[in-house]
T-cell receptor
Framework: QKEVEQDPGPLSVPEGAIVSLNCTYS??????FMWYRQYSRKGPELLMY????GNKEDGRFTAQVDKSSKYISLFIRDSQPSDSATYLCAMISSGSARQLTFGSGTQLTVLP | DSGVTQTPKHLITATGQRVTLRCSPRSGDLSVYWYQQSLDQGLQFLIQ???????AKGNILERFSAQQFPDLHSELNLSSLELGDSALYFCASSVNGQETQYFGPGTRLLVL
């Protein structure tokens, strides 16, 4: 079993829809949670970073963490065609090392 | 633009050969991370350096090695290349090994 599970999609939605992307994890040591966006053949771009359980909002993006359920989500409101990309959840465990453990990524297409 | 630079962008080589990938972190960042992204394995952590010293190792093959130089740039050396080493190699950097990592554009390696 992978430490981080993410539905690979693909996910296709109409412009303006609310998108929900999710990851589950099994390692209780994960303390820091990120969402990255990756356009085709480009480097991952950091979208959101959260530490505690709860919600964090940044513009059209909301990151949600539920440590008790080992479940994180990213919501995109009023989705745009420019949001079409692969979304990767990533996590860091407590300790001195800070390497990211990634989910497999969800490919999102927003149709105009 | 994340501020992390990687060269070369593309590399085509033959099995058994050796290549060197180069990364320059964002100004002020002391930590450099190397990741490999392949279709079947996703994004996987290889190795981390902090201010010239190796900090953590992930699933890095013995044929691969890295170093970080006094000017903080890093090089990833891949030797005795195999077809399965074909992948995207990303470098990321962070301040003082903190959680938020910023990725470079990657080097696409094709081993023929």
């Amino acid at each position: 079993q992978k430490e981080v599970e993410q539905d690979p999609g693909p996910l296709s939605v109409p412009e303006g829809a609310i998108v929900s992307l999710n990851c589950t994890y099994s390692n209780s040591a994960f303390q820091y949670f990120m969402w990255y966006r990756q356009y085709s053949r480009k480097g991952p771009e950091l979208l959101m970073y959260t530490y505690s359980s709860g919600n964090k909002e940044d513009g059209r993006f909301t990151a949600q963490v539920d440590k008790s359920s080992k479940y994180i989500s990213l919501f995109i409101r009023d989705s745009q065609p420019s949001d079409s990309a692969t979304y990767l959840c990533a996590m860091i465990s407590s300790g001195s090392a800070r390497q990211l453990t990634f989910g497999s990524g969800t490919q999102l297409t927003v149709l105009p | 633009d994340s501020g992390v630079t990687q060269t070369p962008k593309h590399l085509i080589t033959a099995t058994g050969q050796r290549v060197t990938l180069r990364c320059s972190p964002r100004s002020g960042d002391l930590s450099v991370y190397w990741y490999q992204q392949s279709l079947d394995q996703g994004l996987q952590f290889l190795i981390q350096y902090y201010n010239g010293e190796e900090r953590a190792k992930g699933n890095i093959l013995e044929r691969f090695s890295a170093q970080q130089f006094p000017d903080l740039h890093s090089e990833l050396n891949l030797s005795s290349l195999e077809l399965g080493d074909s992948a995207l190699y990303f470098c990321a950097s962070s301040v003082n090994g903190q959680e938020t990592q910023y990725f470079g554009p990657g080097t696409r390696l094709l081993v023929l």
